[in-house]
Nanobody, 109 residues
Framework: VQLQASGGGLVQPGGSLSLSCKASGFTLEYDAIGWFRQAPGKEREGVSCISSSDTYYAESVKGRFTISRDNAKNTVYLQMNSLNPEDTAIYFC?????WGQGTQVTVSS
């Protein structure tokens, strides 16, 4: 299993970013996969996950983030809108005990 996350960067408050997580070694279509994040000095926390039939969002990102996937590309996406400095963190994709390498998101003016 490999999870390759990308799409992080520096964005101003109120801006948007789209993260991608390319999965290999398993078929994404039949299982759940999620995004976590870890801010400096804080515990890693769940952000969102998607299964074949449902999605989940942490309260702090509801209405701002959207998780989706492209089964043909075996890739999951996290569209992040209305970003604020509290969203600054390393974002990881996660699948059944496997972690991607993380991608840094920094929200700052």
């Amino acid at each position: 299993v490999q999870l390759q996350a990308s799409g992080g960067g520096l964005v101003q408050p109120g801006g948007s970013l789209s993260l991608s997580c390319k999965a290999s070694g398993f078929t994404l279509e039949y299982d759940a996969i999620g995004w976590f994040r870890q801010a400096p000095g804080k515990e890693r926390e769940g952000v969102s996950c998607i299964s074949s039939s449902d999605t989940y969002y942490a309260e702090s990102v509801k209405g701002r983030f959207t998780i989706s996937r492209d089964n043909a590309k075996n890739t999951v996406y996290l569209q992040m809108n209305s970003l604020n400095p509290e969203d600054t963190a390393i974002y990881f994709c996660y699948y059944r005990g496997y972690w991607g390498q993380g991608t840094q998101v920094t929200v700052s003016s």
